[in-house]
Structure formats: C-alpha cells, structure tokens
C-alpha cells in the first residue's frame, strides 16, 4: 500500500480513465487493495490501494489502481489495460498483455506536467501577492518551511487514518476533505518553490529576473522534470512536496496586511 502522501498526486491523470468510469466497476475499493483469482465481468478499480491480478483472473475491463500500483501475475488476463499512477508527475502503464505502453507512458507525462505548469502559473497570475511573499520567504528562511511542512503533512496524515476509522457516511467525504487540502496546500507550494528555482535560474542564465508568473513556469517546468530522473527524482519530488506545504501554510496564514505591493512584481530582493 502506498503512502498516503500519493492520494493527491493523481488527481488531473483520471482523464484516462473515463472509460472505467462510464459504467459501475466490477470491483471497487477506496483506501484497500484488492486480489482477484477469478473472472470479474467489468473493471478493477481502487483508490490509494494495490491490484494484484492472479493466475486466474481474467478481467474483462480496466484494471486501474489510481495511488497504488498494479501486479500482473503470470497466467493474468486483461481484456483491457491495467494503469498505474503513483504520483501526478510519474506514473507506469501497461498493455493488457503486460507490456510497457511507452507512448501511453510519456504522452500521459507530458499531459501530467501540462497540467502542473498551467495550474501553478494560473495561480502565480491568480494570487501575485502570496507568491511573491511565499517565494521571498523561501529565499530568505531556506529549509526551514521543511519542518513545518513535515508537521503538517504528519498532522493530515492522522487527519486521513481518523476519518477513515470513523467509517459509515463519515469515510470517504472527510477523506476527499483531507486529500483536497493536501492538494491544494502541494500546488500553492510547488508553485512557490517553482518561483524560486525559476528566479535562480534566471539570475545565473541570463543575469536579471522577470515577472512571477514566469518564474513559476520556469521553475516548475525544471521539478517536474526532475521528477523523472530515475530514483533520485522520486526523493526530491517527495522533498520538494513537504517543503512546498510548509510554505504554502506560512503564505496563507500570513495578514494580508504583509503582503507585498503589487508594485513588486519581481519579488524583493
């Protein structure tokens, strides 16, 4: 079972799935994995758990593990296409058949960190002020947002185990209450920390600075592709999305009263 962590991470890549969607899976699970040895008439379906397809299973849909991973055991059938996605800057897919579907991997990629530049840049052009504090902050404090976004991820994370053992009508909507919160606290961060590493890179490129939003474009463009180098980028995604929730908690708790002016459309310096 994956961390929970990766419940977020996901969200913009279920375009993919409508297909599985369109009618009720043959089995389905939120939070749980699910092993089938036997035939299942329509799609497997689970979110933020496991498929493990075993020697007699034969699917006749999709089987989708959306935050979780999907095993094809030898002898499996998929009448469809089994998907992984463990994270919304890296995810794995498969034929039925088992076989690496490299042009469904990178385009869903590309589409994925599509996604991350226009949703960050918007909210560079949304919310000017805070990601100009956030960025200037982050400059200034170095990693010390670190600590405070261990905390608060540590402090959702329980958050997410209490909703779910409250079980009854109480489960799945405080779980998606805690996940949107998670999401929206990475994006907002990711957005500030891709601030910082554009104006980086742009002060040692080219020598001077441009406005946020294309700073944020820049530097998020540089993480997420980061985010594909083989493990090492996985342990500097899972950095940069803890740091990014510390920082995104110190921008939007700050008085709107310390914010900069719109004036100061580079960011102090």
């Known amino acids: 079972m994956k961390g929970w962590g990766v419940l977020a991470r996901a969200f913009l890549a279920l375009w993919v799935v409508t297909p599985a969607w369109a009618a ?9 994995d699910i092993r089938v040895d036997g035939p299942v008439k329509g799609d497997v ?3 933020g758990g496991d498929i493990v397809l075993g020697p007699g299973a034969h699917v006749t849909g999709h089987a989708l593990s959306i935050f979780g991973r999907v095993e094809v055991e030898p002898g499996a059938r998929i009448e469809g296409r089994s998907l992984a996605v463990d994270s919304l800057a890296g995810l794995s897919a498969e034929t039925g058949a088992g076989a690496a579907d490299h042009r469904a991997v990178w385009g869903l990629r590309m589409l994925i960190a599509g996604c991350w530049l226009t949703v960050t840049t918007l909210l560079a052009l949304a919310l000017p002020r805070r990601i100009i504090r956030g960025e200037w902050l982050v400059r200034r ?13 540590v402090t959702l994370f329980v958050a997410l185990v209490a909703v ?3 079980g009854g009508g109480f489960a799945v909507p405080g779980t998606l209450a805690v996940v949107g919160l998670y999401v929206g606290l990475k994006v907002f961060g990711v957005a500030i920390l891709g601030g910082t590493v554009g104006r980086w890179l742009l002060r040692r490129a080219a020598h001077r600075v441009a406005p946020m939003p294309t700073m944020v474009f820049l530097g998020v ?3 997420v592709l980061g ?24 921008v939007l708790a ?11 459309s580079h960011g102090p310096e």
């Open 24 to 32: 009720p899976p043959g089995r389905a699970a939120i939070l749980e």
């Open 45 to 47: 379906v689970t979110i």
């Open 141 to 153: 404090t170095g990693v010390g947002g670190l600590g405070l976004g261990v905390l608060v991820t």
């Open 164 to 166: 779910v053992g409250l």
């Open 221 to 223: 463009l540089v993480l």
């Open 227 to 250: 985010r594909l180098v083989p493990v090492v980028g996985g342990v500097l995604w899972a950095v940069v999305s803890i740091w990014g929730v510390g920082a995104a908690v110190t």
């Open 254 to 264: 700050m008085d709107p009263a310390r914010l900069l002016t719109p004036a100061e």
